[in-house]
């Protein structure tokens, strides 16, 4: 059996609301920097390949839909 110990402490509440404020702000970050590196690989795909705008139109909406199913598996 093991001794186990609770300690109460008192939270600041406005220091936590900052806190989650600040972890939100770097998620947002963190997605928005993903976002336009894929953005500037498909680009490049895009020109090397030499794709007219049917496919290029293509591509982007197999993306969006790949980003659309990453959405779901998180909610």
Request: charged letters at 35%.
């Amino acid at each position: 059996m093991r001794n186990t110990e609770t300690h109460r402490f008192e939270a600041d509440e406005l220091a936590m609301q900052n806190l989650l404020t600040a972890a939100r702000n770097e998620e947002r970050k963190d997605r928005a920097l993903k976002f336009s590196v894929r953005l500037a690989a498909l680009a490049v795909h895009i020109h090397k390949k030499g794709l007219n705008g049917v496919e290029a139109a293509e591509l982007l909406r197999q993306e969006a839909e790949r980003f659309e199913h990453e959405s779901r598996e998180l909610h």
